[in-house]
Structures are given as C-alpha cells and as structure tokens.
C-alpha cells in the first residue's frame, strides 16, 4: 500500500513539474497575437528585442548574444519562440528541421531599412559610404552580391572584390552571428555586408579591417572611435539616429517568429 501511494505521490509531482515547465508544452503560434506571457528569445541591442519589450504583454524575455543562442535555447525548450530578422531566421531553420518560420502581415507591412552606421558628424566616411552604395546600385553589383549571398539554389559564392591599396585601413565594426549579411567562414568573417564594406574600403584607397563583437557593442564602439563605420544589418531607427549618421538604406527585411514544429 505504502509503495501504490509512493508511486502515487511520484506521478503526481512530475505532473506538477510539467506543468510548472511551461515552455515544454506544445504551444500555438500562429502569429504575434499569441505571443502575449510567452517565453521569448531576441538578440540583444536589436529592434526585434525593443519591439518584444513594447508590444508583447507579459512577456519572459530572454536576450542573447546571436540569434543562434537563442534558437538552441528553443530547441531544448527553455523558451517558447524566437523573434528576429527573416533572413537570420531562414539560416537558422535551414540548418535545424526542428524549427519553423511563423510569419506576420503586421511584421510584413511594417519591413525595417537596413544602412550604414558612421559617426556622428563624420562626413568623409558617410559621403564614401554612399557613394559606395549608389554605385553599386547603379554598376549592377548590388545586384550581384545579392545573388552571392541569397541565390535561388543556396549555393553562397563569396566574390573576390580587388583592392589595390598598399597603406591605410577603415574598422567596419560588425556582429557575425548574422547571416547572410555577416558570418564565419572558416577562419574568416564573410557575408552582404562585408563585401560591401570591402567595396567601401577600396573606393576610400584603404584596406578594410573586420572588428567582429556582441551587436549591442557596436555602437558604443563607433562613439568611442574604435571602428570606423557599422555594417551589421542595422535597421534605421530613431533612437539610433540620435547616436550615429546612417547612409542610405541598403536592404528592407522584416521580423519573423521561429517556433519547434
């Protein structure tokens, strides 16, 4: 009789455990109507965290270092979901058949502009930066490189981008947890916005020093002078605004959910 109501007791208690876990059971995300007292993942200094912070009530927030962290803490089940950008969002579930993108019309009319951080005041880097960009929207290399780093069959071919300089060097300060705009290949940092800074840097007549750290680093590391310009996929806000000079826009994404199937 003692062992019918130990075992009772035992069943009863790991229920109780369960249930208490929450972010172990099945939740249904169909959108950001249901996000509200959810266990959410974000990357930390990102718009996907300050939208989750305004919008979501209730919400367990947890912030990481990449979004990569935050998809494992999803997959083991420690949180109930993952908002972040659609093209970090894609390598993430390509690489994990476990997760799935949820997608949002509030997300897709509401799409975020990418740019170019430099310094407050800077003009010489921002007026290389742009015209950097303009060209390469005109000469069809940005064409170009978003078929380098986003084509149709998968297939990444990182572009050779010649630069004759022989003295001098710009910091492009970046985050490489964030692909396709920035990660490691091998023992090098590759990606969207690093082939355009390597554009930027040959049109200045320098050679390009990659600076990788935690995103929300970046810009505290432009004021104090240590990398010269920002190329992280960085959405234009206004709060940044009052920080750094953003070049024109370069790419538009939008948020997404990542959810366990």
């Known amino acids: 009789m003692k062992r019918v109501l130990l075992c009772a007791l035992v069943l009863i208690l790991v229920a109780?455990?369960?249930?208490?876990?929450g972010s172990k059971e099945k939740k249904v995300i169909n959108g950001i109507?249901?996000?509200?007292?959810?266990?959410?993942?974000?990357?930390?200094?990102?718009?996907?965290?300050?939208?989750?912070?305004?919008?979501?009530?209730?919400?367990?927030?947890?912030?990481?270092?990449?979004?990569?962290d935050a998809a494992l803490d999803l997959k083991n089940g420690s949180i109930d979901c993952v908002v972040i950008d659609e093209l970090p969002a894609q390598?993430?579930?390509?690489?994990?058949?476990?997760?799935?993108?949820?997608?949002?019309?509030?997300?897709?009319?509401?799409?975020?502009?990418?740019?170019?951080?430099?310094?407050?005041?800077?003009?010489?880097?921002?007026?290389?930066?742009?015209?950097t960009i303009k060209e390469l929207q005109t000469n069809g290399g940005y064409e170009k490189l978003v078929a380098a780093f986003m084509p149709a069959d998968g297939n990444i071919v990182i572009p050779q981008i010649?630069?004759?300089a022989k003295a001098g060097t710009i910091k492009l300060g970046t985050n490489a947890a964030f692909p396709p705009?920035?990660?490691?290949?091998?023992?090098?940092?590759?990606?969207?916005?690093?082939?355009?800074?390597?554009?930027?840097a040959a049109k200045a007549g320098v050679k390009l020093d990659i600076v990788d750290m935690a995103?929300?680093?970046?810009?505290?590391?432009?004021?104090?002078?240590?990398?010269?310009?920002?190329?992280?996929?960085?959405?234009?806000?206004?709060?940044?605004?009052?920080?750094?000079?953003?070049?024109?826009?370069?790419?538009?994404?939008?948020?997404?959910?990542?959810i366990r199937k």
């Open 16 to 21: 109780g455990m369960c249930f208490a876990g």
């Open 33 to 68: 109507a249901d996000l509200e007292g959810l266990k959410i993942g974000v990357q930390a200094g990102t718009t996907g965290e300050a939208w989750v912070q305004d919008n979501v009530k209730g919400v367990k927030l947890s912030s990481f270092k990449s979004g990569i």
């Open 91 to 131: 390598a993430i579930v390509d690489k994990n058949p476990g997760l799935a993108i949820v997608r949002d019309p509030e997300f897709s009319a509401n799409k975020e502009e990418y740019a170019i951080a430099v310094k407050k005041g800077n003009k010489a880097v921002l007026d290389v930066v742009n015209a």
């Open 162 to 164: 010649a630069n004759d």
């Open 181 to 200: 705009f920035e990660y490691v290949e091998g023992k090098d940092i590759a990606g969207f916005d690093i082939s355009m800074g390597e554009y930027i």
């Open 215 to 258: 995103f929300d680093s970046l810009i505290p590391a432009l004021q104090a002078g240590s990398i010269d310009f920002i190329a992280a996929g960085m959405s234009i806000t206004e709060e940044r605004k009052k920080n750094v000079d953003f070049s024109v826009p370069y790419y538009a994404s939008e948020q997404v959910i990542i």
